[in-house]
């Protein structure tokens, strides 16, 4: 009998175990694959503070200032630099949004500041000339998260969480985790850190996979220097339902770039889609010209856990009484993984957390009027 | 972007898809050969054995110029899309998609790479690969060499070196001599059979060849000084200024499998007209099988004839083609890795090169993909190409991963090549 069963080993589920471990509690984490399989490797490793809502920026700043005590032990193969966002606005009505995000950040004292065309220019000569500017957000950072997601369940593993790897859950209910051969793990409380996947266990969780594809290129050292992405990016990531793209680039510690972003609804089948990939790429270049004759190496997809208000499902799932969701976290779970479980074990031991839970309780309405 | 269309397209200008092309060609059809390297030839022909003593290189090339192949060189096929029959090839300077009505994947074999103390020093090599080089001209003679591994390839490599003055202090054979004797491969101190069937014996003589014998580890400072080897249950060591060691080879499937293509023991799979499970897909040569330059041919003609329906004259060369796959299988039998091999590499021995990465690193991980993301290795410009195989060797892992680009392709490449 465990104190904690978690489901999942990615970022999410390895930070949740870290946190029952810390607590002193008796954890067990269940695999399918092996630790960060999923999104968390596939994904583009951006620790990122966003504006999207009230609740949106509650979770990712908490979140990040989390990653900032952490960065100090974390080993080297975790990549975690500072390199800060630079939102790019490509005209005056970017340049405006621009304005705008540098008062709600300023009000909520996240360092940032705003380069006009030429301090841009300075900062990124690789972009093209005529941007308008673009917002520097400085807390921002870049980490590698399969590493993470392992050195976090190390930490746990130290501290005695057992982490049992090839073992799929498929059913997660008040008396434990069942799995494919009928066997049960009997926990007190069970965790679906499921990801993508978490909607399988708990068909009520109203989570979609969402399909992404990323690029990395050869070795660049000092191509760009900071996280790039296009301010049309919010336009056209989040509130559209057609599949879209955006120019978003990563300078890996490595001097390798990682490219994207692509969003695809309710498509779940792992194929890299050519004609959205061309579309991804070609939006790069039109910020990076000289970005087309930069050699790639691979191409990938992976599968962000979407809910239809942008927010993840942190708390008890409605109809049980032990069973908790920590999921749904779309683009954004390396960010808010560290948050997640300070939010889930906050709940667990009774104790009032640093920022209100409840735009993340599972309960809620997660429709999304107007 | 520039659009081509043939009615047979090769990849892969090796014996096995010139041989195609030339089968082609010949009935006046359409043909393109399409190959990354500057001329065709494959790993094992070059340019100028068009008027070598190599008969079998020299009848073949010279036919390829006589039926005026047309030949594409320095074009790599970064991905292709089998429900439009079609791929896209990309060079220094283009990027073009090619329509075909039969595509002929003849993508030949690279060199296994084994891990041991010392593998990344400077002047060891791949045993297929130093002779590369001394055939477009570093000079090797007077240097002292030692050719180790497995296989006939170590035979041929020792010879031409010799030929070429180099000093060959010895062959060293990882399988045994018992073995080599029970595929009637070898007789007590010389593997005469072998060394008879590729008329290697007098270029050979005085060569010493050690079967039970493989490289323990090279060692040097800043370069390749002596090496090591183990002779059954002894030590050999001795100062040398190159090594070539080559484990055998390992087929590039890569498109093949990117195409969708089905496998069989880590070869892509065909049936009696070399045709994948992929329809009008064929392939030929190394890709379906390690077997040697004869078998590699005789695929390519059959795959040849198959595209253009000639089912008849296919089926002429059946008999030929299975002589020559049973002797590849005794081959293959015969030179069986020894479980010595997966004992080489020490805690420090770099597995992966391009990303630097230990055994000590890898050998905890779960399987490929889990190594893959947390130590990075396979992660590098290579794809995985070297320390794929080798990982498959030492860990048993299932090391295949077909992601676009089949290999590293410049961005606008994957722009332009989509039909808009």
């Not at chain 1, 069963?5 to 694959?33: F, Q, T």
């Not at chain 1, 997601?149 to 997660?172: T, W």
């Not at chain 1, 942008?310 to 960010?335: K, M, Q, S």
């Not at chain 2, 340019?47 to 020299?58: L, M």
Request: proline share 5%; aromatic share 8%; hydrophobic share 40%.
């Amino acid at each position: 009998m465990y104190d904690v069963v978690i489901a999942g080993a990615g970022i999410v589920g390895a930070a949740c175990a870290y946190e029952c471990a810390r607590e002193g509690l008796k954890v067990a984490v269940l695999e399918r694959d092996f630790i960060g399989a999923g999104a968390t490797a596939a994904g583009m490793g951006h620790v990122v503070v966003m504006d999207d809502s009230e609740a949106q920026f509650a979770l990712t700043r908490y979140s990040q200032q989390l990653w900032q005590e952490l960065a100090s032990e974390l080993p080297d193969d975790c990549e975690y630099v500072q390199t800060g966002t630079l939102w790019v606005a490509a005209d005056e009505e970017e340049m405006s949004e621009v304005r705008r995000k540098h008062q709600f950040y300023s009000q909520r004292k996240v360092p940032s500041e705003i380069l006009d065309a030429r301090s841009l220019d300075a900062a990124e000569p690789q972009l093209r000339t005529g941007l308008a500017g673009a917002l520097f957000v400085k807390e921002d950072a870049v980490v590698y998260p399969p590493c993470v997601a392992r050195y976090l369940l190390e930490r746990a593993r130290d501290l005695g969480a057992r982490v049992l790897m090839g073992r799929q859950v498929i059913r997660l209910d008040d008396e434990g985790a069942g799995f494919d051969d009928g066997t049960v793990m009997k926990g007190a409380v069970m965790v679906n850190a499921a990801g993508a996947h978490a909607a399988s266990v708990h068909p009520d969780l109203p989570i979609v996979p969402r399909k992404g594809h990323l690029l990395i290129t050869e070795r660049y050292p000092g191509f760009v220097r900071h996280q790039l992405i296009e301010l049309g990016y919010l336009k056209s990531a989040h509130k559209s339902a057609a599949d879209s793209v955006a120019f978003n680039i990563q300078p890996r510690k490595t001097g390798q770039l990682l490219i994207g972003s692509s969003r695809q609804y309710a498509v779940d089948s792992p194929e890299i889609d050519r004609s959205i990939l061309s579309r991804m790429l070609a939006r790069a270049t039109q910020y990076i010209p000289t970005l087309a004759g930069l050699s790639s190496l691979r191409v990938w997809t992976g599968l962000r856990a979407a809910t239809p208000d942008n927010l993840p499902l942190i708390g008890r799932c409605p109809g049980y009484r032990y069973v908790f969701a920590a999921a749904g976290h779309e683009g954004l779970g390396i960010t808010t993984s560290l948050a997640t479980a300070r939010l889930l074990i906050d709940e667990l031991m009774s104790r009032s957390p640093a920022i209100s839970p409840e735009p993340y309780s599972v309960q809620r309405n997660t429709a999304v009027h107007g | 972007m520039t659009g081509i269309e043939r009615e047979v397209v090769i990849v892969g200008a090796g014996p096995a898809g010139i041989s195609a092309a030339c089968v082609v060609a010949e009935t006046g059809r359409s043909a393109l050969l399409i190959d990354d390297n500057p001329s065709p030839g494959g790993q094992i022909w070059r340019e100028q054995d068009r008027h070598g003593s190599d008969w079998q290189a020299s009848h073949w090339l010279r036919r390829m110029h006589l039926y005026r192949v047309d030949v594409m060189s320095g074009a790599t096929v970064i991905d292709g899309d089998p429900g439009r029959r079609a791929i896209v090839c990309e060079t220094a300077n283009s990027v073009s998609t090619i329509r075909y009505k039969k595509l002929i994947l003849a993508t030949g074999a690279r060199e296994l790479f084994l891990p041991f103390p010392g593998w990344t020093l400077p002047n060891v090599m791949g045993a297929g690969g130093l002779q590369a080089l001394v055939k477009s001209g570093m000079p090797i003679s007077g240097k002292r060499v030692v050719v180790a591994g497995s296989g006939p390839l170590l035979l041929a490599v020792g010879a031409y070196l010799k030929g070429q003055g180099a000093r060959v202090l010895a062959i060293a054979e990882q399988a045994s001599w018992s073995r080599l004797a029970r595929f009637g491969l070898g007789l007590p101190k010389q593997p005469y059979k072998l060394a008879e069937t590729w008329q290697l014996k007098r270029a050979l003589f005085r060569v010493p060849y050690r079967a039970g014998a493989w490289v323990e580890a090279a060692l040097g400072g800043t370069v390749l000084e002596r090496v090591r080897l183990r002779v059954s249950h002894r030590y050999w060591e001795a100062p040398c200024d190159y090594l070539a060691v080559g484990y055998g080879l390992v087929p590039n499937i890569e498109l093949a499998v990117s195409l969708g293509c089905q496998l069989s023991g880590g070869c892509v799979q065909v049936d009696s007209m070399q045709q994948t499970s992929v329809p009008d897909i064929l392939c030929a040569g190394e890709t379906t099988g390690i077997g040697g330059v004869e078998l590699a041919l005789m695929e390519g003609r059959i795959a040849g004839f198959s595209a253009i329906g000639d089912r008849l004259n296919a089926q002429w060369l059946f008999s030929d083609r299975e002589r020559f796959r049973r002797f590849a299988r005794r081959l293959q039998k015969a030179f069986t890795l020894r479980e010595e091999l997966r004992h080489l590499p020490s805690e420090e021995t770099l597995v992966c090169r391009c990303e630097d990465v230990s055994y000590r690193r890898i050998a905890p991980m779960s399987g490929w993909r889990a190594a893959k993301l947390h130590t990075r290795c396979g992660m590098g410009p290579c794809q995985g190409r070297v320390c794929g195989p080798a990982a498959e060797f030492l860990f048993g892992w299932n090391c295949q991963s077909a992601r676009p680009p089949v290999f590293p392709a410049r961005i606008d490449s994957l722009i332009e090549h989509v039909d808009k």
